[in-house]
T-cell receptor, first 112, second 113 residues
Framework: AAGVIQSPRHLIKEKRETATLKCYPI?????VYWYQQGPGQDPQFLIS???????DKGSIPDRFSAQQFSDYHSELNMSSLELGDSALYFC???????????FGPGTRLTVL | QKEVEQDPGPLSVPEGAIVSLNCTYS??????FMWYRQYSRKGPELLMY????GNKEDGRFTAQVDKSSKYISLFIRDSQPSDSATYLC?????????????FGSGTQLTVLP
C-alpha cells in the first residue's frame, strides 16, 4: 500500500539559511500534520491542514510557515534556521475526522 | 508537567517474555488512544488504536485503556527480537476535523535473543 512520502530524506543547512520540506500524503487522505522530533524526544505537533486550510497550530515558530496545495501535498518552509532546529520532521496524513494518522519516514534536518 | 507521561525505560527482556508498556495522562478530553512503534531513524508506525475503556487485542499485542484512572497499557506477548524499538503512546481529543496527537516520551525496548 502507498505510504506517506517525504522529501528530502536528509538535509544539511547552515545557520540563517532557509529550508523547504515536502510531504505527499497517502492517496485520498485530505489532512496533513507536521511534527518535529528532537534527539531523544517525542514528536511535537507543529501544524495541520485540512482541505488546504490550516486547521490547527501547535508549537510552530514564527520563522516557519506551511501550506497545503490542491493535490493535498504540503510544504513546510523554514527560514532563518537555528542550530536548535536540527531534528527529524515528520509528516502524517489521515482522512478528515479519522482517528488514525500514518507517518512518513521523516526528513532529518541538520543545521550547522 | 506533561499531559502524557510514559514509563521511560529502557526496558530489556529475554525473547518470549511478556512486555508491559504504560502511559498516564492528565487531560480528560483525550478520547482516542494509540500506540506507535518507532525503529531508529524511522517514522512512527501505528500499532494499535482504541477509543473505549477495556482491552483490544491484535495478534501478540493487547491495548488496554482505563479512562477512570487515565491509564493506558500495551502488552506484547511472546516478545521477539524484531520487537526491539521505541514504543510511543499517543492520544487525541475528539473534536475537530484534524486531531493533533500528543505523545508520551517513548519507551525503548530491547528483546534479547
Amino acid at each position: 500500500a502507498a505510504g506517506v512520502i517525504q522529501s528530502p530524506r536528509h538535509l544539511i543547512k547552515e545557520k540563517r539559511e532557509t529550508a523547504t520540506l515536502k510531504c505527499y500524503p497517502i492517496p485520498r487522505h485530505d489532512t496533513v500534520y507536521w511534527y518535529q522530533q528532537g534527539p531523544g524526544q517525542d514528536p511535537q505537533f507543529l501544524i495541520s491542514f485540512y482541505e488546504k486550510m490550516q486547521s490547527d497550530k501547535g508549537s510552530i515558530p514564527d520563522r516557519f510557515s506551511a501550506q497545503q496545495f490542491s493535490d493535498y501535498h504540503s510544504e513546510l518552509n523554514m527560514s532563518s534556521l537555528e542550530l536548535g532546529d536540527s531534528a527529524l520532521y515528520f509528516c502524517a496524513s489521515s482522512l478528515a475526522g479519522a482517528d488514525t494518522q500514518y507517518f512518513g519516514p521523516g526528513t532529518r534536518l541538520t543545521v550547522l | 508537567q506533561k499531559e502524557v507521561e510514559q514509563d521511560p525505560g529502557p526496558l530489556s527482556v529475554p525473547e518470549g517474555a511478556i512486555v508491559s508498556l504504560n502511559c498516564t495522562y492528565s487531560n480528560s478530553a483525550f478520547q482516542y488512544f494509540m500506540w506507535y512503534r518507532q525503529y531508529s531513524r524511522k517514522g512512527p508506525e501505528l500499532l494499535m488504536y482504541t477509543y473505549s475503556s477495556g482491552n483490544k487485542e491484535d495478534g501478540r499485542f493487547t491495548a488496554q485503556v482505563d479512562k477512570s484512572s487515565k491509564y493506558i497499557s500495551l502488552f506484547i506477548r511472546d516478545s521477539q527480537p524484531s520487537d526491539s524499538a521505541t514504543y510511543l503512546c499517543a492520544m487525541s481529543v475528539s473534536s475537530g476535523s484534524a486531531r493533533q496527537l500528543t505523545f508520551g516520551s517513548g519507551t525503548q525496548l530491547t528483546v534479547l535473543p
